[in-house]
């Protein structure tokens, strides 16, 4: 028994994890423990990143208060502490007392929430992070609602968006003295072609290689091979498509890529690049198209796939 390891009580409180148990005389109190080598440091409410990860700091604190004080005196005085950590930590105090009412609300009707959770949905989808993320949660909620409805009238669909957390290399600053890529020498890429022959007009596509290997294919085969052969009884050259082809947008993650190149094929409806497929884009994007007659989007800083 001298080798057991144990913890006596001062003054009659005993720290256990993360809760300070206090003797009474009709029972034990307890509380959040703090101890004296913190600092009371958090995640910056200035950082970078999501709305969601400084609410989710700010509920931590909150909810801990509400599970490890056992009287609404020190879950009051635990909350007076927390309002102070946060603002310190660049937390503004309509945020915390907001987030305060939310969570006691909640804690009050935790019974029938539980009750009411077992019944619901829960859907999952992996986003990625970009300065419009908060627009794009919205459409990808309303989307949901609008499409998705339970078999069972009597379930709920919650719908849970996270995002991929970003490599350590991605988050360094990265300058590199090599030069800029050549013109054909460009990958993911949306590139305009225009016939000079009789006024044809510009003709949009996309590449996902260099635009240099993607004008060698149109030597080969493709619609503008099949458009100077059929419609014009000519050979085309790799002048000829060196020449009347310019760079007009580039984006670096394939699945934004691909629709970046459908939003311009329906803006510009060409007659030699038609998009068959029926790719749903976001509908702030194709407002964008209709009120300025031009594609606007934000490129994302992923490093491109290679391919």
Not at 49 to 66: E, H, M
Request: with cysteine; glycine share 4%.
């Amino acid at each position: 028994m001298d080798d057991i390891l144990y913890d006596t009580s001062k003054d009659g409180r005993l720290p256990f994890l993360n809760v300070l148990v206090t003797a009474q005389e009709s029972g034990f109190e307890t509380t959040v423990y703090i101890k004296k080598t913190n600092k009371g440091l958090c995640l910056n409410g200035n950082s970078e990143g999501t709305k969601r990860c400084t609410d989710s700091t700010i509920n931590a604190y909150v909810r801990r208060a509400l599970t490890h004080c056992s009287t609404w005196k020190n879950v009051h005085e635990e909350l007076e502490r927390v309002t102070q950590v946060l603002v310190n930590n660049g937390y503004r105090s309509t945020d915390i007392t907001a987030a305060i009412k939310r969570e006691i609300s909640e804690w009050h009707n935790r019974t029938t929430n539980s009750t009411a959770e077992g019944n619901n949905i829960n859907l999952y989808y992996k986003s990625h992070m970009s300065p419009t993320y908060k627009i794009e949660e919205s459409t990808i909620k309303i989307i949901v609602k609008n499409n998705v409805t339970p078999t069972d009238p009597s379930k709920k669909i919650n719908l849970d968006i996270y995002y991929r957390s970003m490599k350590t290399s991605q988050l360094l600053i990265r300058n590199k003295d090599m030069p800029k890529p050549r013109h054909l020498q460009q990958s993911h890429v949306i590139y305009e072609h225009t016939c000079s022959i009789e006024g044809c007009g510009p003709q949009k596509y996309m590449t996902r290689t260099t635009l240099s290997r993607r004008l060698t294919c149109h030597l080969q085969n493709g619609a503008i091979k099949q458009h100077y052969t059929t419609k014009h009884k000519a050979e085309v050259t790799r002048n000829m498509l060196k020449e009347n082809t310019r760079i007009i947008d580039k984006e670096s993650d394939p699945r934004r890529l691909l629709y970046l190149e459908a939003l311009y094929i329906e803006n510009a409806s060409p007659e030699m690049n038609k998009q068959q497929q029926d790719i749903q884009v976001l509908s702030t994007i194709k407002r964008s198209i209709r009120e300025n007659g031009r594609i606007q989007h934000q490129v994302p800083s992923a490093s491109p796939a290679s391919q």
